[in-house]
């Protein structure tokens, strides 16, 4: 079955450059979309449709895509980056699938 | 500005079935769009459950489907999810969101969903 595969952590210093990726087969064909889960709250959209940011969405954050494989890229990473943040897509029926998602850590 | 409110049962019993209700204001249901419901097991990842348009036409994760039912009541703008023949594995935070397709754009706080006896 289809699987979006992401890495388990990504530690960073702050004001350094985190990237965070997100692989699947489907992505070629389909926009992939990221969401930041800070502990205890629900997911909030910071990317959509491979590389848009929603309104409010601080330009530090940016998007990716490149084959099989998306990339979030936080440039001059803060303390309140810190959270989990999981890419999402869909495969050809409409299925919609999420990464096992990434805890981005700020040192 | 869009919110969302997830309720029901935080406690439900094996075998039975789960029932929550999301809660839409600042936006009309009957304006479009699709709503959807996602769970996240404590301490693990997100899975999409399934959407549905104020049509009632619906989508449903492949791996639920046969238990899953999602509806809509546009007149109290709001829908609803039942997960039938619950397990400690469907144990989880339950969330409702909107879905431009195939996105979240507005999620409610969630509410925890335990399958204990």
């Known amino acids: 079955s289809y699987e979006l595969t992401q890495p388990p952590s990504v530690s960073v210093s702050p004001g350094q450059t985190a990237r965070i990726t997100c692989s699947g087969d489907a992505l070629p064909k389909q926009y992939a979309y990221w969401y930041q889960q800070k502990p205890g709250q629900a997911p909030v959209l910071v990317i959509y449709?491979?590389?848009e940011r929603p309104s409010g969405i601080p330009e530090r954050f940016s998007g990716s895509s490149s084959g099989t494989t998306v990339t979030l890229t936080i440039s001059g990473v803060q303390a309140e980056d810190e959270a989990d943040y999981y890419c999402?897509?869909?495969?050809?029926?409409?299925?919609?699938?999420f990464g096992g998602g990434t805890k981005l850590t700020v040192l | 500005q869009v919110q969302l409110q997830e309720s029901g049962p935080g406690l439900v019993k094996p075998s039975e079935t789960l029932s929550l209700t999301c809660a839409v204001s600042?936006?009309?249901?009957?304006?479009?769009?699709?709503w959807g419901w996602i769970r996240q097991p404590p301490g693990k990842g997100l899975e999409w459950i399934g959407s549905?348009?104020?049509?009632?036409?619906?989508y449903y994760n492949p791996s639920l489907k046969s238990r899953v039912t999602i509806s809509v009541d546009t007149s109290k703008n709001q829908f609803s999810l039942k997960l039938s023949s619950v397990t400690a594995a469907d144990t989880a935070v339950y969330y409702c969101?909107?879905?431009?397709?195939?996105?979240?754009?507005?999620w409610g706080q969630g509410t925890l969903v335990t399958v204990s006896s």
């Open positions: 549905i348009y104020h049509s009632g036409s619906t």
């Open positions: 600042g936006y009309s249901i009957s304006s479009g769009y699709y």
């Open positions: 999402q897509s869909a495969d050809s029926s409409a299925t919609y699938l």
């Open positions: 449709k491979d590389s």
């Open positions: 969101a909107r879905d431009p397709r195939p996105y979240f754009d507005y």
